[in-house]
């Protein structure tokens, strides 16, 4: 992994525990993000499925497997909102506090703008259902046996105050085993 970080973005990458992963799983940890086409590149070798989380408020996950190809989804995904789109700072530029009706049209505005982004990725990003049929047929081309659809959709629908929680019962419910 830590050779597929480019030279020109520094990444700090550490292993997770290998002895929890059997042949040929890995788990890693990237502080600072992957660079563009690290999970492609991984998957030239295997299947990939990488969770970018926010402040474990959630988590974007890409996943690559053949021959399927990539496709992304998100947990937590009312969450991941804020993090997608920034919310503004209560100022005007020149620094001074907004207030009154100034304030009430940037909040609006802002509310807008997260419910566009919200439309765009509803419209075009495997969620609930759609995800889980995705993450079923990732799991079975990647040589797992996953739960059942309904049991993925369970894990895709939840909220957690933890992303990571969700990533780690999406992992048990691929099918991803556990070393013993």
């Known amino acids: 992994m830590a050779e597929l970080i480019s030279a ?4 700090d990458v550490e292993s997770i525990d290998d002895s929890r992963w059997p042949d040929p799983w890995r788990g890693w940890r990237v502080w600072d993000g992957l660079p563009d086409g690290t ?8 299947s990939v499925l990488n969770a970018e989380i926010y402040d474990s408020d959630g988590a974007r996950l890409t ?18 909102l ?29 509310r807008s703008e997260v419910a566009q982004v919200r439309q765009r990725l509803l ?3 495997p969620m609930g259902l759609a995800a889980a049929q995705r993450a079923s047929a990732w799991a079975y081309e990647s040589g797992l046996t996953p739960a059942a659809v309904d049991e993925l959709q369970l894990v895709f629908d939840g909220t957690e105050p933890f992303a990571e929680e969700l ?9 991803m085993p556990q070393a013993s």
Do not use: I
């Open 8 to 11: 020109g973005k520094r990444a």
């Open 39 to 46: 999970c492609d590149a991984l998957a030239e070798t295997g």
């Open 63 to 80: 996943a690559v497997s053949h021959p399927s190809g990539r496709w992304m989804t998100y947990l937590n995904f009312e969450r991941v």
């Open 82 to 110: 804020s993090h997608l789109v920034l919310p503004p700072a209560p100022f005007d530029a020149d620094g001074n506090e907004l207030t009154g009706n100034a304030l009430d049209e940037q909040n609006a505005a802002y």
């Open 123 to 125: 419209a075009t990003v």
């Open 167 to 175: 990533f780690y019962r999406l992992l048990d419910r691929l099918g």
